[in-house]
C-alpha cells in the first residue's frame, strides 16, 4: 500500500501544475482598513469586513465585555441550555430582516449547510443559481434531493427547469443568493420569489454579502455574522415553525458547540451599529461603484467588483505586483470559479478612502496596460 504521504504529494503535484495550490499565510495585525503580513503594510481589500465594524471600537468593547462571562461556551446549544447572548442577537436579527424568526449557527457555512440538509429530503427538487456558494450545494447534497442548477440569474433557464422536473418531486426549493460572492452582482429576487410561487416552489436567498435587509422576504433567509457584521457565525431568518423544526434537526446546531459569549456579544452591538448608520453601507457600495467605473467595469451592486484575468497564473502575478505596490487584493482561481475565469476581487471596506480607493485603481490600471 503507497503512503498517505506519497497519495498527498502527487495530488499537490497535480494542483500545482493548474495553478490550484493554496496557501496559509499569517497576518500579524489588522487595524483600520490596514492589515500588516509577512512585515509588508498593506491596504486591505481581500477582507469582507464591508462596513468596517470588527474594527470598531463599540464593537470590541461588548466582545471584551462578553468574554469576561467565560471564553467558551462549554456544550453545543441544546445540551446544558445556551448563553444568554443568543436570545437578543436572534430577535434582533428576526426583526432586522423582516422575519418572525430566526436561528443563529456557528458559521454562514453551518447555516446553510445545516438548514438545506434539515429542510429538503430524498424525492424534493432543489433548483440552484450556478453561481451559489459551495455551502448552498454542499447542503443540497448532503439532503438527498435532485439538485439541479440553472445557468447564472436565468430566469427562464430555471422556469424550464421547472416545467420539466417540478411535477416529478414533492417539494421544490429554488435558492440563489442576494449578492454573488465572486461576481459582486445581485440575483433578480422579485423575478425569483414570483417564479417560487408560479411553481409551488420555497424560495431560499443566502444574504451574506448582502450591505443591508432586502428588498424581498423569502421563505427563508439565511446569512452570516462573519461579514458585513464583522464577528463569526451565521443565522436563518424565517417563520416560528420553520426555526422551530430546525432547532429539533439541524445537525450543525444539535452536534457541535455554541458560540462564545463574546461573539454573541459583538455581533448584536455590530447589528445596532448597522441599524444606527445605514450611511456606511451606502459609503462602501459608492467606493465599490468609483473604483468600477474608473477601471470601465460594469456597476457592482454592493462591496465586491471583480476584476477579470482570465489566467490562472496571471491572476496570482498581479495579485503579487499589487501587494508589492502596497495592497492586499486576493487572486480567485478555479475551482473556487470556472475555470478560465480567474480574476481579482476587490473588496471595499467602509474605512476605505476614496483617495485609496483611486490609488487602487491606478495601479490595476497600469497591470492591465502592461499585460
Ligand atoms: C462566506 C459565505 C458563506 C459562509 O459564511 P461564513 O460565516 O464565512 O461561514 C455562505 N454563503 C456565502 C454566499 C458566502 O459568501
Given amino acids: 500500500m503507497p503512503a498517505l504521504t506519497d497519495h498527498c504529494t502527487e495530488q499537490l503535484a497535480r494542483a500545482s501544475a493548474e495553478g490550484r495550490v493554496r496557501r496559509l499565510r499569517a497576518v500579524e495585525r489588522q487595524e483600520g482598513a490596514y492589515l500588516w503580513r509577512e512585515g509588508r503594510k498593506l491596504l486591505n481589500f481581500a477582507g469582507n469586513d464591508y462596513l468596517g465594524l470588527s474594527q470598531d471600537a463599540r464593537v470590541i468593547a461588548a466582545a471584551v465585555q462578553g468574554a469576561a462571562l467565560g471564553a467558551g461556551a462549554g456544550s453545543s446549544r ?7 447572548g443568543y436570545a437578543p442577537l436572534e430577535q434582533a436579527l428576526a426583526a432586522y430582516h423582516g422575519q418572525a424568526a430566526a436561528l443563529v449557527f456557528s458559521s454562514g457555512y453551518a447555516a446553510n449547510l445545516g438548514t438545506i440538509a434539515a429542510l429538503a429530503g430524498e424525492g424534493d427538487l432543489i433548483l440552484a443559481d450556478k453561481l451559489v456558494h459551495a455551502c448552498m450545494i454542499d447542503g443540497a447534497r448532503l439532503s438527498g434531493a435532485t439538485l439541479k442548477r440553472f445557468a447564472h440569474n436565468d430566469i427562464a433557464h430555471a422556469e424550464a427547469l421547472l416545467h420539466q422536473h417540478r411535477a416529478l418531486h414533492r417539494h421544490c426549493f ?3 443568493e442576494a449578492i454573488f460572492s465572486m461576481d459582486g452582482d445581485a440575483a433578480p429576487l422579485m423575478e425569483m420569489q414570483a417564479l417560487a410561487e408560479r411553481h409551488a416552489a420555497w424560495f431560499v436567498v443566502d ?5 443591508a435587509p432586502l428588498a424581498v422576504q423569502p421563505d427563508v433567509l439565511i446569512g452570516t455574522l462573519s461579514k458585513s457584521l464583522g464577528a ?11 426555526i422551530d423544526w430546525l432547532i429539533s434537526s439541524a445537525r450543525p446546531l444539535l452536534f457541535s458547540t455554541a458560540l462564545p459569549p463574546s461573539v454573541l456579544a459583538s455581533a448584536y452591538a455590530a447589528l445596532r451599529v448597522a441599524e444606527a448608520e445605514p450611511q456606511r453601507a451606502r459609503d462602501v457600495h459608492a467606493r465599490a461603484q468609483r473604483l468600477a467605473e474608473k477601471l470601465a467595469l460594469p456597476a457592482p451592486a454592493a462591496a465586491i467588483l471583480p476584476v477579470p484575468v482570465g489566467e490562472n497564473t496571471r491572476a496570482m502575478r498581479w495579485s503579487e505586483a499589487l501587494e508589492v505596490q502596497g495592497f ?3 487572486a480567485i482561481r478555479p475551482p473556487t470559479v ?3 475565469t480567474a480574476r481579482l476581487r476587490v473588496s471595499m471596506n467602509a474605512r476605505h478612502t476614496e483617495a485609496e480607493v483611486d490609488a487602487l485603481a491606478e495601479a490595476m490600471r497600469a497591470l492591465r496596460g502592461a499585460a
Fill in 328 to 330: 492586499a487584493v486576493p
Fill in 338 to 340: 470556472p475555470p478560465g
Fill in 78 to 84: 441544546l445540551i446544558s441550555g445556551e448563553c444568554a
Fill in 174 to 176: 429554488l435558492l440563489t
Fill in 207 to 211: 444574504a451574506a454579502h448582502a450591505l
Fill in 232 to 242: 463569526v457565525g451565521g443565522f436563518v431568518a424565517a417563520p416560528r415553525a420553520v
